[in-house]
């Protein structure tokens, strides 16, 4: 089989697609997440609580008007929704990626979702002690 030898090129991207600043060298100063299908992302796990910070359990909050509806519809407000995950337990926990990068941080991201307060949904969830964290991204090791 014929091969040959790769003399220009690395493994990173082949563009940067939400900078204009070219492609960077291969030497890696931080870590370097590639994206070859959409743009940069932000990640956060968001902990759906009541008032006295107690879970809400979204596991039946999923349909048409529920819960977790409203509470991405509050976000799609200012970012757009990538990927969610909730979690299949009591933990109140909804995984989120959205773009564009720095549209929130986990405090604005808290306060859009406490901003909601106690009667969210067709179901009335209090989701007033909610709490994001920005979890960032990086693939599992093992």
Same mark, same amino acid.
């Given at each position: 089989?014929?091969?040959?030898?790769?003399?220009?090129?690395?493994?990173?991207?082949?563009?940067?697609?939400? %900078?204009?600043?070219?492609?960077?060298?291969?030497?890696?100063?931080?870590?370097?997440?590639?994206?070859?299908?959409?743009?940069?992302?932000?990640?956060?796990?968001?902990?759906?609580?009541?008032?006295?910070?107690?879970?809400?359990?979204?596991?039946?909050?999923?349909?048409?008007?529920?819960?977790?509806?409203?509470?991405?519809?509050?976000?799609?407000?200012?970012?757009?929704?990538?990927?969610?995950?909730?979690?299949?337990?009591?933990?109140?926990?909804?995984?989120?990626?959205?773009?564009?990068?720095?549209?929130? %941080?986990?405090?604005?991201?808290?306060?859009?979702?406490?901003?909601?307060?106690?009667?969210?949904?067709?179901?009335?969830?209090?989701?007033?002690?909610?709490?994001?964290?920005?979890?960032?991204?990086?693939?599992?090791?093992?």
């Amino acid at each position: 089989m014929a091969s040959f030898t790769r003399s220009n090129g690395d493994a990173q991207q082949v563009m940067h697609m939400d %900078t204009d600043n070219g492609h960077p060298s291969g030497a890696l100063t931080a870590d370097a997440l590639v994206n070859s299908a959409g743009p940069a992302l932000d990640f956060f796990a968001l902990v759906v609580e009541n008032g006295s910070n107690q879970a809400i359990d979204l596991q039946n909050e999923l349909d048409a008007g529920e819960g977790v509806e409203a509470i991405l519809r509050e976000i799609q407000q200012t970012a757009t929704v990538a990927v969610y995950q909730v979690e299949d337990a009591t933990s109140g926990q909804i995984s989120l990626a959205v773009y564009p990068q720095g549209a929130y %941080t986990a405090t604005t991201l808290t306060q859009a979702i406490v901003g909601l307060g106690s009667s969210v949904g067709s179901n009335t969830i209090d989701v007033s002690g909610s709490q994001a964290t920005d979890v960032g991204f990086k693939l599992a090791t093992s």
